[in-house]
């Protein structure tokens, strides 16, 4: 089975650039998330959504981020203007059950391998 | 929010001897406590996890233990081998709330 796929691994850009990073979760999961990883740091949460719409993007810097899952199975997450503190390795992850109403766990999070971000 | 400690941030063992690594929960309603394990370029991969009806859950050579009064859970690996050298995350949710991560514990072990 393969699994989640991201692009590019690595990506070098100067501030005040943009950037585009583009996942392909496993096939039939519901869920997808994004990720923002620090070096040194556990993994933040950046946006849920479920099938193509969006669970929960309150930690996601609106001002310059933004993501879409169009028709439910690829997402884009996009960065326009960098900051030096962008600089992370952004993680997708997906799940193959969607959260009910009765509880947000979504079982097994698949992490991609991730896309390396470097603000100059 | 919920906010996860986890110690020590480094872990350095021979092969062969057990780990033990700790975190703290700050929401008493937090019920789900899985453990990731990342190697060095790649995406966390879950090991085990532990429901809060749940005190100890074992996998082969990993366990993990819940203590739901104290607000703490460990992970516990025994009889270490090189290829255990990662770093380790514990997480933690409520029914109402996605995960949050620790910051990570390096874990090296050396033949």
């Known amino acids: 089975e393969a699994g989640v796929a991201q692009s590019p691994r690595y990506k070098i850009i100067e501030k005040r650039q943009s950037v585009a990073f583009w996942c392909n979760p496993i096939s039939g999961h519901a869920t997808l998330y994004w990720y923002q990883q620090i070096l040194g740091q556990g993994p933040k949460l950046l946006i849920q959504f479920q099938n193509n719409g969006v669970v929960d993007d309150s930690q996601l810097p609106k001002d310059r981020f933004s993501a879409e899952r169009l028709k439910g199975v690829d997402s884009t997450l996009k960065i326009q203007p960098a900051k030096l503190e962008d600089s992370a390795v952004y993680l997708c992850?997906?799940?193959?059950?969607?959260?009910?109403?009765?509880?947000?766990?979504?079982?097994?999070?698949?992490f991609g391998e991730g896309s390396r971000l470097t603000v100059l | 929010g919920e906010n996860v400690e986890q110690h020590p941030s480094t872990l350095s063992v021979q092969e062969g001897d057990s780990a033990v690594i700790k975190c703290t929960y700050s929401d008493s309603a937090s019920n789900y406590f899985p453990w990731y394990k990342q190697e060095l370029g790649k995406g966390p991969q879950l090991i085990i996890d532990?429901?809060?009806?749940?005190g100890e859950k074992k996998d082969q050579r990993i366990a993990v233990t819940l203590n739901k009064t104290a607000k703490h859970f460990s992970l516990h690996i025994t009889e270490t081998q090189p290829e255990d050298s990662a770093v380790y995350f514990c997480?933690?949710?409520?029914?109402?709330?996605?995960?949050?991560f620790g910051k990570g514990t390096m874990l090296l072990v050396s033949p």
């Open positions: 997480a933690a949710s409520t029914r109402d709330s996605t995960l949050t």
């Open positions: 532990i429901r809060s009806n749940v």
């Open positions: 992850a997906s799940s193959l059950l969607a959260h009910s109403g009765s509880s947000r766990h979504t079982g097994e999070l698949f």
